[in-house]
């Protein structure tokens, strides 16, 4: 006589109703943020090439698009701006016209307050060096840098930014943002910290769409080491003591370890970015015929979700967005 268990976990796998009754984490349209590049001067959106789908918007694309996200139910997005004039400083981030103000204001006309509007806050884009802050020998200087940040958010917001969101990793950025943010009379201005951000193999294509590579050097000397998991507990905490009302880990997938111990630490709202790299891989993948692309984005995301994930920034927002609405 064959003796069977007692406890069989396949009674609850039986059927999509009862699945759906006892699943453990959910991913819905809500806990999405688009990533989307504004470049100044453009004629008609250019797709990227290394990241299919993807594109260097003009501000009626982009503002079509963000009403497409609207629509869909995804809550913010998150803008990177492409200027036509780059120096030695950025100094095109700060300007109160710069094509990120622009993009705020008109988003911010069109829609109203239906999306949550994040600006990205670094100098990558705006640099003829590629570096994420003010260059003085042949290095990053810190606290100049600061100073620049400082600035870009306060132009931000007075666009109609809801939260800024400090990328580059200096040490000290989300303190000087905060000072600067209150002191500028914004002091409901959110930030949205990248509190561990590691100097991952993984954002190649992202200097592609923001044309943003280095022209000498490396990023290793301010993003953090790949191998360091009690490091990222410490910036975290350090973003969180600055003020920081939501944080983040970025990339996603190689660092859901990380992403699981910042969550399960520290309890704050808390974001992951599935980067350029981790949506091109999936893009290859699928055009290939190697993977189905929909289920995997589904299980990607639904991972990142799992791992600790309120809000996930990912190229796949809209899409995802559009699946879950299909059921």
Not at 261 to 267: A, H, I, N, P
Not at 306 to 322: N, Q, S
Request: hydrophobic share 45%; aromatic share 6%; charged share 25%.
């Amino acid at each position: 006589m064959i003796t069977f268990p007692g406890s069989r976990p396949r009674r609850l796998r039986r059927t999509d109703r009862l699945r759906d009754m006892t699943r453990e984490s959910t991913l819905e349209a809500r806990h999405l943020i688009a990533p989307l590049f504004i470049k100044e001067r453009l004629s008609r959106p250019v797709e990227i090439e290394a990241m299919p789908a993807q594109h260097q918007h003009t501000l009626p694309s982009l503002v079509e698009t963000c009403g497409v996200l609207a629509e869909l139910g995804v809550p913010a997005v998150l803008l990177f701006g492409i200027p036509a004039r780059k120096d030695a400083e950025g100094s095109a981030a700060w300007e109160a016209d710069g094509i990120v103000q622009q993009a705020l204001r008109a988003v911010r006309s069109e829609l109203g307050d239906r999306l949550v509007l994040i600006g990205d806050v670094c100098l990558c884009e705006y640099t003829d060096h590629g570096h994420c802050g003010v260059i003085r020998g042949s290095a990053v200087d810190n606290d100049a840098t600061l100073e620049s940040y400082a600035r870009i958010a306060v132009t931000y917001a007075e666009a109609g930014a809801d939260f800024v969101a400090p990328s580059g990793m200096m040490d000290g950025q989300v303190a000087a943002l905060r000072r600067a943010l209150d002191a500028g009379g914004h002091p409901n201005m959110g930030i949205l910290a990248y509190a561990a951000k590691y100097a991952s193999a993984f954002y190649g294509p992202f200097r592609e769409a923001a044309e943003s590579r280095p022209q000498f050097g490396d990023r290793r000397g301010y993003q953090m080491d790949p191998g360091n998991a009690a490091e990222a507990l410490r910036e975290v905490r350090l973003d969180i003591e600055e003020g920081a009302d939501i944080v983040m880990v970025k990339p996603a997938l190689p660092y859901l370890d990380v992403l699981a111990r910042v969550k399960s630490t520290f309890g704050l709202p808390t974001a992951a970015y599935q980067v350029s790299g981790e949506y091109a891989m999936l893009k290859a993948a699928a055009a290939r015929g190697w993977l189905q692309e929909e289920p995997v984005m589904l299980e990607t995301l639904g991972a990142i979700r799992r791992a600790g994930a309120d809000l996930i920034l990912t190229y796949y927002a809209r899409a995802a967005a559009e699946r879950l609405r299909r059921g």
